[in-house]
Structure formats: structure tokens, C-alpha cells
């Protein structure tokens, strides 16, 4: 399919009050993210969430729609290559890193982040005001045809490599994940250095959002040992389980039409540990 007609759809009108729904869901489980359940008696374990609903239903356009908000949305399509019966390509970058593991699946997973998180700030620290960031970001990083997304993940890819380089050096993690602490000081980073943004009045209004599609690519994967899922979540889960108390609004997103990948628990029991996970958003009426 053209990506020019393609990207037209997708910036169309959305007429549809699934996204200020969805909008409000993010926000609603922002808020439980840092006071627990309703009745007090448990915590959440990450800041992630699912879309699941079939195919045709606009999941990716209420990502895309996300923007007219004033989100940050990074929007990764991991659907395969060899996939023709979808409309989207994949994002070779960002999909190759999360879908085909090495020896070290959760070092791949914190370093990634560590390097979605400088692009971010550094991207959006080259306007001069919030204003002008928000719309330089949704004409390049929301644009399907634009060279901007693509040099974008060029850069991802160069950080990427070299925080993992930088992980290999430091040796194998003797607790948690392998590159933890790159990737959480990566996240601070951020969130510090993009104030304005992040430390507006309404707190638990959605800010950043990593929106991945046809997230059932990861899912479907195993090794000996674990699913894939396991180490991506524990990752979310150490990055925002340390900004629990500051809880700034920054989401990660698996969008599907498998309802696999709305049963987290399935993947991270081990780590639940007793939280609670968020439940999938469902409504597109």
C-alpha cells in the first residue's frame, strides 16, 4: 500500500469517543499506579497496558490519535516483514531488537529503553518551547513517510549499540536485569530534563506513550527458559517501580487482535510477586 495514502488514513478525522475514552484510561491507571488498588490492599506491577480488540477496528489510528492530546507518542510497528496481509511495515529497528533475541534478552530490553529514552529527550530538547517540541514531533515521529521517523531510529539503533557495549563491559548483572542501571538513570534523565513536559499541573494526564503494535510478535516467542514478555515487563517494571513516588505519566502500549497479549500473567506470574496488573482496554464502541 502507498504510505502517502496510508499516512492520510491515519490523520484523518477519528470520529469515535474511544480515544478520549482510552485517553481517560491512561489517566485513571496513572492515578492507581501510585495509590494502589481501590481497596488499598494492592500495588500495580509496571506501567504497561493492552489494547486488544480485532482487526480492522483502528487500534493503530487511537495510538496515532493520541497526539491531537498533547502526548509524546512513539509509535513501533513489530509486525513481521514477511507479513503481507497487514497494512503497516515494520519498524526494522526497534522490532528486530525486541523480536529476536540473543544471549542476553533483558540486557536487549534495558538498553533499549536506555536509548529510547535519549532519543526522546534529545529530540525534543532541540525546540525551543514545549509548544514548538510537540509539533515538530507529531510532523515527523507521526508521519508514516517522513525521513525524520526514519533518521530517528538510525539514532536508536547507534544508542542502542553503544549502551549495550557499555552493559557488556560492566558484566553480567549479579542482581535484577543487566543494564537496570543504565536504563533508570536513562529514564530520569529524561524526565528531569524535559521539565516542562513532564511536571505540568495535571500529573496523571498521559505525557509519553511507547505504543508497540501487533505485539503478539513478542509474545509468540520463547526461550528455554521464559517468554520473551517476561524480561520485556520486568524491564517497564524497574523503571517505573523506581519513579513510583514521582509517577510521571509514561506508558508503554501493547496493541493486538491475539487476546494472548492481554494475559500478561500468563508471561510474568513469577514476577507479579501479589500486584496487580492493569486490565486490556476493550472499548471502540
Known amino acids: 500500500m502507498d504510505l502517502n495514502v496510508l499516512h492520510s488514513a491515519f490523520i484523518a478525522p477519528y470520529y469515535s469517543k474511544a480515544m478520549d475514552t482510552f485517553y481517560k484510561y491512561l489517566e485513571d491507571n496513572n492515578r492507581k499506579f501510585a495509590h494502589g488498588s481501590d481497596s488499598g490492599s494492592s500495588t500495580y506491577y ?3 497496558c493492552s489494547i486488544v480488540q480485532s482487526s480492522g477496528t483502528r487500534k493503530s489510528h487511537l495510538l496515532f490519535e493520541l497526539r491531537t492530546k498533547g502526548v509524546i507518542v512513539l509509535y513501533i510497528n513489530l509486525q513481521p516483514s514477511n507479513n503481507h496481509t497487514g497494512f503497516l511495515e515494520w519498524d526494522d529497528v526497534p522490532a528486530e531488537i525486541l523480536t529476536q533475541p540473543a544471549v ?3 540486557a536487549q530490553c534495558c538498553t533499549f529503553f536506555a536509548a529510547v529514552f535519549v532519543a ?9 518551547s514545549l509548544e514548538d517540541a510537540l509539533k515538530a514531533w507529531n510532523d515527523s515521529m507521526c508521519n508514516l513517510c517522513s ?19 557499555e552493559m557488556k563491559q560492566m558484566g553480567q548483572a549479579t542482581e535484577g536485569m543487566s543494564g537496570q542501571e543504565i ?3 536513562a ?3 529524561m524526565v528531569n530534563l524535559l521539565d516542562e513536559l513532564f511536571h505540568g499541573k495535571e500529573h496523571h494526564q498521559p505525557k509519553f506513550v511507547i505504543a508497540l503494535d501487533d505485539a503478539h510478535t513478542i509474545a509468540l516467542h520463547e526461550t528455554n527458559r521464559y517468554h520473551l514478555l517476561t524480561d520485556l515487563c520486568r524491564a ?3 523503571y517505573s517501580g523506581a519513579d513510583r513516588a514521582a509517577n510521571h505519566a509514561v506508558w508503554v502500549i501493547f496493541t493486538s487482535s491475539w487476546p494472548l497479549v492481554a494475559n500478561f500473567d500468563d508471561f510474568i506470574r513469577l514476577s507479579l510477586d ?3 496488573e492493569f486490565p486490556p482496554f476493550y472499548h471502540f464502541g
Open 120 to 128: 526522546v529527550h534529545e529530540c525534543l530538547s532541540a525546540s525551543s
Open 46 to 48: 509496571s506501567k504497561f
Open 236 to 238: 517497564i517494571n524497574l
Open 147 to 165: 525521513e525524520d521517523r526514519k533518521q530517528f531510529f538510525t539514532t536508536l539503533e547507534a544508542k542502542y549499540m553503544t549502551y549495550y557495549k
Open 187 to 189: 529514564y530520569q534523565e
Open 104 to 106: 542476553d534478552y533483558n
Open 183 to 185: 536504563m533508570i538513570n
Open 274 to 276: 501479589g500486584q496487580w
